[in-house]
């Protein structure tokens, strides 16, 4: 296997940030953060477009191969840095590129690399795969809103929420134990998007007979986007009101708060001095 190159553009309190250069010249990125885990890109742009994300700024050129995503394991591996866990939470979407990922979590697994990845849900048929076959050690769903208007804008090519708590609310409850613990919701707060309380009323609605726990992310502007960050105390209200909401919530860690950390921030700051 030819492994990609690594250029490192950032060495923070938390994280080492790579940006990976495939051979054909295409570029992703690659996070190894706390010490212990790799988030790995699983494309080349992303089709679901998020608004707040670098990643999909300029759609979706390719997926990785298998050998591209276990080269970005292995080219940070060759740096002397040992991660015990892997994340497919990069650039791209992974249900977009299911056969390369299902692959390289089951090479995780034999790896002995406790395997996760980040979905925006769609297409469902998939989500339904990965949630109940795929050999995982966490899927966390990016919801990051309560009503479908807010939905169709921050994730525009995921599926719609009543489609997708639709297929939830008949999956989660025939999952083992396990299984339902290694299932997340996550909700990235923006300013002035999905941030009122009746947005984050409409979402518990929906959440809580799941009994899933949410992740509440507080958002790094990326430079491709006018979108911004809560402040701290929104931030706070929008916790606790979700937890008021019967929701079982956690907050942003510290290393996905660092300067520059927002998905696709690193290919785009390079593109920029490249062009
Ligand atoms: S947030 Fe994820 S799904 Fe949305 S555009 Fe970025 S990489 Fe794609």
Same mark, same amino acid.
């Given at each position: 296997m030819i492994l990609p190159t690594l250029g490192e553009e950032r060495r923070g309190a938390f994280n080492h940030a790579f940006v990976v250069t495939l051979a054909d010249g295409a570029r992703v990125e690659a996070v190894f953060y706390r010490g212990d885990t790799l988030c790995v890109s699983s494309q080349?742009?992303?089709?679901?477009?998020? #608004?707040?994300?670098? %990643?999909?700024?300029? !759609?979706?050129?390719?997926?990785? $191969?298998?050998?591209?995503?276990?080269g970005q394991v292995e080219a940070v591996r060759a740096r002397g840095l040992v991660p015990a866990r892997v994340t497919v939470s990069g650039v791209g979407e992974p249900l977009h590129n299911a056969e390369a990922v299902r692959a390289v979590l089951g090479w995780c697994r034999a790896e002995g690399l406790a395997p996760s990845l980040t979905t925006s849900g769609g297409p469902l048929a998939r989500l339904r795969d990965a949630l109940t076959e795929w050999p995982?050690? !966490?899927? $966390?769903? %990016?919801?990051?809103?309560?009503?479908? %208007? $807010?939905?169709?804008?921050?994730? #525009?090519k995921g599926p719609p929420l009543d489609a997708l708590f639709a297929t939830l609310g008949a999956l989660v409850p025939t999952l083992s134990r396990t299984r339902r613990k +290694? $299932?997340?919701?996550?909700?990235?707060?923006?300013?002035? /998007?999905? *941030?009122? @309380? *009746? /947005?984050? *009323?409409?979402?518990?609605?929906?959440?809580? @007979?799941? !009994?899933?726990?949410?992740?509440?992310?507080?958002?790094? #502007?990326? @430079?491709?986007?006018?979108?911004?960050?809560?402040?701290? /105390?929104?931030?706070?209200?929008a916790f606790a009101?979700?937890? *008021?909401?019967?929701?079982?919530?956690?907050? %942003?860690? +510290?290393a996905r708060v660092e300067a520059q950390g927002g998905c696709g921030t690193l290919v785009a700051l390079r593109a920029a001095r490249d062009a």
């Open positions: 080349v742009g992303c089709a679901v477009r998020c #608004p707040f994300c670098a %990643s999909g700024a300029n !759609g979706l050129a390719r997926g990785l $191969t298998l050998d591209e995503l276990r995982h050690n !966490g899927l $966390t769903l %990016s919801t990051h809103a309560g009503t479908e %208007s $807010t939905r169709a804008r921050l994730v #525009p +290694k $299932t997340a919701l996550a909700y990235l707060l923006v300013e002035g /998007e999905n *941030d009122a @309380p *009746d /947005e984050l *009323d409409a979402f518990a609605r929906r959440a809580a @007979p799941l !009994g899933l726990t949410v992740h509440l992310y507080a958002l790094n #502007p990326v @430079p491709t986007s006018e979108a911004r960050a809560a402040s701290r /105390e929104a931030y706070e209200a009101r979700l937890h *008021d909401g019967g929701l079982t919530v956690r907050m %942003s860690s +510290k």
